[in-house]
């Protein structure tokens, strides 16, 4: 059973660029979550999303960043000109349903964002 | 609001040696506690976590971990450290009561060096 899949493992943008960032979900699992981890920090949440829907978007910027989880494909977490404080690692994770039965939340192996 | 904290921002301890790892949240209502270890340039890997029922939980790679409702803890232990178990970790809780779903809120981290 694969993990939680994310790419690019890395990614460079120029400062104004756009960065897209993937994510499938483990198989089975219908909850998809993203969370950035600046240098030095612990990971803060983002975004939960389901199949055609966002849930929670407590944690996203107001501004220039998205997310989506469509009814096919990956997850996509879309940030638009980005500056050199959206440099980053972010993570997306995912789970077989809501957690109110404390299921595990497995996470990917994270996106390097590098803003130059 | 609900938080953890990981007071020590490193352990240092032999190979051979316990080790604990320290992490304390506050709450309202039945938190869920996790732990997660970081390697570099790594994601999240699941060690272990408390739901309900027995306060020791065992975990991956012999890890365990007591929930302590009276102080508000959840360390997280060994028995003997190998080197190979130098890696940053992560105490993570939340609160399915009170959000409806598992927005996992994260300690800052805590470095585990283990010497030779």
């Known amino acids: 059973n694969a993990g939680v899949m994310q790419n690019p493992r890395h990614l460079v943008r120029r400062r104004g660029q756009e960065a897209r960032l993937r994510c499938s979900p483990m198989?089975?699992?219908?909850?998809v979550y993203w969370y950035r981890q600046l240098p030095e920090e612990g990971l803060k949440f983002m975004v939960y999303?389901?199949?055609?829907?966002?849930?929670?978007e407590s944690g996203m910027p107001k501004e220039r960043f998205s997310a989506e989880f469509p009814k096919e494909g990956p997850s996509i977490l879309r940030i638009q000109q980005v500056v050199r404080g959206d440099s980053a690692a972010y993570f997306c994770?995912?789970?077989?349903?809501?957690?109110?039965?404390?299921?595990?939340?497995?996470f990917g192996e994270g996106s390097w964002l590098t803003v130059v | 609001a609900q938080s953890v904290a990981q007071p020590e921002d490193q352990v240092n301890v032999a190979e051979g040696n316990p080790l604990t790892v320290k992490c304390t949240y506050s709450?309202?209502?039945?938190?869920?506690l996790f732990w997660y270890v970081q390697y570099p340039n790594r994601g999240l890997q699941f060690l272990l976590k408390?739901?309900?029922?027995?306060?020791l939980v065992k975990g991956s790679y012999g890890f365990e971990a007591e929930f302590n409702k009276s102080q508000t803890s959840f360390h997280l232990k060994k028995p003997s450290a190998l080197v190979s178990d130098s890696a940053l970790y992560f105490c993570?809780?939340?609160?399915?009561?009170?959000?409806?779903?598992?927005?996992?809120?994260f300690g800052t981290g805590t470095r585990l060096l283990v010497s030779p």
């Open positions: 994770a995912s789970s077989p349903a809501d957690g109110s039965s404390g299921n595990t939340i497995y």
């Open positions: 198989k089975g699992h219908s909850h």
């Open positions: 999303l389901q199949k055609e829907n966002i849930i929670d």
């Open positions: 709450v309202s209502g039945n938190p869920y």
């Open positions: 408390y739901i309900t029922g027995d306060n």
């Open positions: 993570a809780v939340t609160f399915p009561e009170n959000t409806g779903f598992q927005k996992l809120v």
